[in-house]
């Protein structure tokens, strides 16, 4: 078993960030490997922590002041992630963003990469 960790800041109000790290243990002798990105939604910044264990995988997103943590759930195509209202959908250097408060039809939010 590997030890996957994911350090995560949880905003309790502007002027306050309080740090909080959780570890937890995945099958297999496949080391964690994290990645970094950033992305521009529609005027929106949002960056992603990608932590990949074998087939466990999470993507930690930044929305502003919001922090929400996603896991791989099942995709067609591309990785797909689901956390809280939220599905983060990437496909090469792109990615979807839903919001599924705004119903099941609404469309995504294009996220091309940042730079």
């Known amino acids: 078993m590997r030890?996957?960790?994911a350090s995560l800041v949880l905003v309790v109000c502007p002027a306050t960030a309080f740090a909080t790290t959780i570890t937890f243990d995945v099958p297999g002798s496949e080391?964690?490997?994290q990645a970094t990105a950033a992305y521009?939604?529609?005027g929106r910044k949002v960056s992603a922590t990608y932590i990949n264990a074998g087939a466990n995988a999470l993507a930690?997103?930044?929305l502003g002041g919001e922090t929400v943590v996603t896991v791989n759930?099942?995709?067609g195509s591309g990785a797909r992630y689901a956390g809280q209202q939220y599905i983060w959908w990437t496909k090469g250097t792109e990615a979807d963003?839903?919001?599924l408060t705004k119903g099941d039809d609404a469309a995504g939010?294009?996220?091309t990469p940042a730079g």
Do not use: F, N
Request: overall charge negative; hydrophobic content about 50%; some cysteine.
């Open 31 to 33: 080391a964690p490997t």
């Open 73 to 75: 759930v099942l995709s």
């Open 97 to 99: 963003l839903y919001d």
């Open 40 to 42: 521009d939604c529609a």
């Open 60 to 62: 930690i997103l930044h």
């Open 3 to 5: 030890r996957l960790l």
């Open 109 to 111: 939010v294009l996220c």
